[in-house]
T-cell receptor
Framework: GENVEQHPSTLSVQEGDSAVIKCTYS??????FPWYKQELGKRPQLIID?????GEKKDQRIAVTLNKTAKHFSLHITETQPEDSAVYFCAASTNSGGSNYKLTFGKGTLLTVNP | NAGVMQNPRHLVRRRGQEARLRCSPM?????VYWYRQLPEEGLKFMVY????????ESGMPKERFSAEFPKEGPSILRIQQVVRGDSAAYFC???????????????FGEGSRLTVL
């Protein structure tokens, strides 16, 4: 089955700096890669996703890049703000015939943005 | 749209008791997933259901755990004879299929936190 590795496990940055979180996956058939943000005691919420037919996607201060050859993808947050502090999870899944999006998650990165 | 609703939010059980966790998907969503999250861990897939069907239960322990998504009513994750190792947050997620195509995005509920004493 799919295996997703995520690094680093913790990341501390100063407000205004950039943050980068990296993930690798094992199943070359994986074709959907979402990123979720989870605040303490809250639900995971999708912040951005990318499919295997594109290499990069950007949404305001957040961007995701995908390298299918190397089987890794990364989350980039620019101009970080204290409210970006949370746990971020990457995930990967294979859409087999459009019927199952079973996500395999990384173990998460605790991002702390210091004012 | 009220989103994915889970209850109870917190549940305390003694070893050997049963735990029942309920999940109502977002309106119009026909796919339900259950995930378990241990402290400082990622989300581990347990089971994927559509109405009246278990599609994939490869992540669910073979014993004591069961799940259903009946034609009417919420999806239920049932844990029999709970043990301390079952203490975790259990998240339900739902997703939408449009014109036969799965959109991919999972919408999570707030989770049910089970504590086994």
């Amino acid at each position: 089955g799919e295996n997703v590795e995520q690094h680093p496990s913790t990341l501390s940055v100063q407000e205004g700096d950039s943050a980068v979180i990296k993930c690798t996956y094992s199943d070359s058939a994986s074709n959907y890669f979402p990123w979720y943000k989870q605040e303490l005691g809250k639900r995971p919420q999708l912040i951005i996703d990318i499919r295997s037919n594109v290499g990069e996607k950007k949404d305001q201060r957040i961007a995701v890049t995908l390298n299918k050859t190397a089987k890794h993808f990364s989350l980039h947050i620019t101009e970080t703000q204290p409210e970006d502090s949370a746990v971020y999870f990457c995930a990967a899944s294979t859409n087999s015939g459009g019927s199952n999006y079973k996500l395999t998650f990384g173990k998460g990165t605790l991002l702390t943005v210091n004012p | 749209n009220a989103g994915v609703m889970q209850n109870p939010r917190h549940l305390v059980r003694r070893r050997g008791q049963e735990a029942r966790l309920r999940c109502s998907p977002m309106k119009g969503h026909s796919h339900v997933y259950w995930y378990r999250q241990l402290p400082e861990e990622g989300l581990k897939f347990m089971v994927y259901l559509q109405k009246e069907n278990i599609i994939d239960e490869s992540g669910m322990p073979k014993e004591r755990f069961s799940a259903e998504f009946p034609k009417e009513g919420p999806s239920i994750l049932r844990i029999q004879q709970v043990v301390r190792g079952d203490s975790a947050a259990y998240f339900c997620a739902s997703s939408l299929q449009l014109a036969g195509v799965h959109t991919g995005e999972l919408f999570f509920g707030e989770g049910s936190r089970l504590t086994v004493l």
